[in-house]
């Protein structure tokens, strides 16, 4: 199929955001719309978000990709991925009035921007769907157990840990010390947001950029994700790496309570498990596999 690409400019509140729209054959009524994790562009880590668009778009599914302010090549100050409800407002705008055939928009997020994507949806009712990658849930707590039970689990049938205990090479008291240390946050732990940092493709400016609105008082990060998960009815295609901090605390989160078992396997949310991928699917094989079950679901419903 013939995918026509578009480079466009958003207007946000007077502000420009650079976007690019990939624009199938014939009409459709379902698009996507990618949006970027910080910091990040509308690129994607190893060109991730760019290939996905092309494949969906090949697919006869209209794609819209675009950096929010701040963000990429769009000026701005610096915000947070709690503070671009603005900028996916009017990026489906655009996106919709460049493809006047759209009528409903799945939004797709990785990490922080699966976050981002929960905290907005349910108050634009365009939003009819959204795609999921190992969403950001982070407190100090959380990631103290995960790493635990992620790192320390794999460490202990490492080859390399126990040539190190059998030469002699081993840091029994430095390696306490972390031990004993995440023991302690895991327990007690602050329940606050973890400052954003995924050395991974990860990342976003910390606090509200000048001129935006006072944001809600915050509370823990799991439970304001949980609130949008609630809030939100729409279909839901959750995608977790097995080899990943974020989807493990993610894991974690998700099997902590009734209401999140509640909230995450309830009818119309779809998990997907790629257990050798890491946090941005870095492989042609994940990154493939990742756009096909995109797609596969998109057409499902």
Known sequence: MTVAEEALVIDCLGEPMV???HRPEGEATRGV?????????RVGSHRQFLLLARH?????????????????????????????????????????????????????????????????AADDPRVAGLVLLNPWVRTEQGRARAYLLH??????????????????RFD?????????????????????????KVTDGGGAAEGPAPGDPTPPEPGPLPERVLAGLKRFSGPILLV???????????????????????????RGVEWREL???????????????????????????
């Not at 719309?33 to 562009?41: D, I, M, N, S």
């Not at 302690?184 to 954003?196: H, Q, T």
């Not at 596999?289 to 995109?294: H, I, K, S």
């Open 19 to 21: 976007g690019v729209i």
């Open 33 to 41: 719309l990618v949006v970027v994790g910080g910091p990040q562009y």
């Open 56 to 120: 969906l778009a090949a697919d006869g599914i209209p794609v819209m990709r675009f950096d929010y302010r701040g963000m990429g090549d769009s000026p701005g100050a610096s915000r947070t991925f709690e503070s671009v409800g603005e900028d996916l407002r009017h990026a489906i705008d655009r996106f919709v009035e460049a493809c006047p055939g759209v009528r409903e928009v799945v939004v797709w997020g990785l990490c922080d921007a699966a976050s981002a994507a929960l905290f907005y």
């Open 240 to 266: 977790l790496s097995g080899d990943d901090l974020t989807a493990e605390e993610f894991r974690s989160v998700a099997r902590s309570s009734r209401a999140w078992k509640r909230a995450t396997r309830r």
């Open 172 to 196: 029994f008291r430095a390696s306490l010390r972390s031990f004993a240390d995440l023991i302690s946050k895991a327990l007690g732990g602050s329940g606050g947001v973890s400052p954003r």
């Open 275 to 301: 257990a050798e991928a890491n946090h941005t699917f870095s492989r042609r094989e994940w990154r493939d596999q990742v756009a096909r079950w995109t797609s596969e679901w998109l057409k499902s419903w």
């Open 151 to 168: 790192y320390y689990t794999e460490r202990l049938f490492s080859r390399d840990l126990w040539k190190k205990l059998l030469s002699g």
